[in-house]
Antibody, heavy 127, light 108 residues
């Protein structure tokens, strides 16, 4: 069945950057959106942004605009999130999640529903 | 920025009905989604588009929405339903997604 498999844990220094990957295996990639959501220790879920495969564009939470970049490689069915200028409060588990896109009517509807999640990647920012 | 508000915690005995609310101005026009999150695991959707239940989710999970409030109801809560529950939606533009602060459900 379809799975989202994320890359392994990372330890980074403050001020550096990190890229986490999310590979969709066993199913379609194009025709879905891929979102990134994080959970800092003791905190709730926080949406970072979403890549929309049919448009090859991403939308971002206002808080992360300019510091987070979400991309995707359709040839390898892999989505990526890059976070730059890392701070200690970026320490979190980062999840990727797939969302449906409905193009049965115009314009296509980018469904906010996240129907499949990756296993999570711990990113630790520490000096 | 747009916010969704949930109670921090809800506690019920096994077999009782648990209700978790989510309030936000745009919920009157935008769908609510509910996710169950157990520690160390990936979140799982239990309700989408206010009232729909994904395949494989037990029938005791149901959703409703009225005005600016959405509600997740677990009828006959089980010990295995203990988890954090998050509502999610978008702002009125539909471009900014948001999660509520989460509700810790205790069943004991």
């Amino acid at each position: 069945q379809v799975q989202l498999v994320q890359s392994g844990a990372e330890v980074k220094r403050p001020g550096s950057s990190v890229t986490v990957s999310c590979k969709a295996s066993g199913g379609a990639f194009s025709g879905y959106s891929f979102s990134w959501v994080r959970q800092a220790p003791g905190q709730g879920l926080e949406w970072l942004g979403t890549f929309i495969t049919i448009f090859d564009t991403a939308t971002y939470a206002q808080k992360f605009q300019g510091r987070v970049t979400i991309t995707a490689d359709k040839s390898t069915s892999t989505a990526y999130v890059e976070v730059t200028s890392l701070r200690s409060d970026d320490t979190a588990v980062y999840f990727c999640a797939r969302g449906p896109i409905d193009c049965s009517s115009h314009p296509c509807y980018i469904d906010p529903y996240l129907d499949l999640w990756g296993q999570g990647t711990l990113v630790t920012v520490s000096s | 920025s747009y916010e969704l508000t949930q109670p921090p915690s809800v506690s019920v005995s096994p077999g009782q009905t648990a209700r978790i609310t989510c309030s936000g101005d745009a919920l009157a026009r935008k769908f609510a989604y509910w996710y169950q999150h157990k520690s160390g695991q990936a979140p799982v959707a239990v309700i989408y588009e206010d009232v729909k239940r994904p395949s494989g989710i037990p029938e005791r999970f149901s959703g409703s929405s009225s005005g600016a409030m959405a509600t997740l109801t677990i009828s006959g809560a089980q010990v295995e339903d203990e988890a954090d529950y998050y509502c999610s939606s978008t702002d009125s533009s539909g471009h900014q997604r948001v999660f509520g602060g989460g509700t810790k459900l205790t069943v004991l």
